[in-house]
């Protein structure tokens, strides 16, 4: 299965760098991980998610920390990639999306026979990757996660070159308008009370769609 366009001419170099770039790991639980997002969400949703990557692992460079014990290309790609299953077809919309996302990627992790300390890991970064001022404090894996979402929606500055994040945004265009996230959580958060309780994202902005359509909550 091809996991989309790569950075160069060197789509076997897992978890190397590519012109500055990289590729998209290869394996069959990055596949898995993929092929559900990319099955459950909508296109832009899925694109997110592989930017959200991309970001990370360059900011995790940018940084040194691709020799720390507790990095794990692996690990980061699932985290990444499956950050936003809540606000799939595959979501139940009876819980905030960042833990029924959480909860269906670690259904996936566990049926690939990950260790059950690292399907936790990543369940932690998906339930926490909106979570400011908390996901920073969760582990370097929590911690990327967060960050490679936060600079694709354009809520961080960052020290990566703003070329490398232009030739992310080539290879995986936004091919929605600007709203197609807080829209897709409000659509999830409308589904039941228990999809936005009060102070999660879903909540605020559910009512912000229906502060604005002149609706009370």
């Not at 790569?6 to 991980?33: E, K, M």
């Not at 589904?191 to 009370?216: I, T, W, Y």
């Amino acid at each position: 299965m091809a996991l989309g366009p790569l950075f160069g001419d060197r789509p076997d170099s897992y978890g190397q760098p590519v012109n500055d770039v990289p590729a998209l790991p290869s394996g069959p639980l990055a596949a898995a991980s993929l092929s559900l997002v990319q099955a459950t969400a909508s296109a832009p949703i899925a694109d997110h998610s592989i930017r959200t990557f991309l970001y990370a692992r360059l900011l995790a460079g940018h940084d040194g920390r691709l020799n720390d014990a507790a990095y794990d290309e692996d690990l980061l790609f699932a985290a990444c990639v499956m950050h936003d299953l809540g606000l799939g077809r595959l979501a139940a919309g009876q819980a905030r999306f960042e833990v029924e996302g959480a909860d269906l990627a670690a259904a996936l992790l566990t049926e690939h026979g990950i260790a059950a300390p690292d399907v936790d890991r990543v369940w932690e970064a998906i339930a926490l990757h909106s979570s400011d001022g908390i996901a920073h404090r969760r582990g370097l894996l929590t911690y990327l996660t967060h960050r490679g979402v936060l600079i694709d929606i354009g809520r961080d500055t960052t020290g990566i070159p703003a070329g490398l994040i232009q030739r992310v945004r080539t290879a995986y265009p936004h091919r929605a308008g600007k709203r197609y996230l807080a829209d897709a959580i409000a659509d999830h958060a409308a589904r039941s009370e228990a999809a936005a309780p009060p102070g999660s994202l879903g909540f605020d902005l559910l009512r912000q769609r229906r502060a604005e359509a002149g609706l009370e909550r």
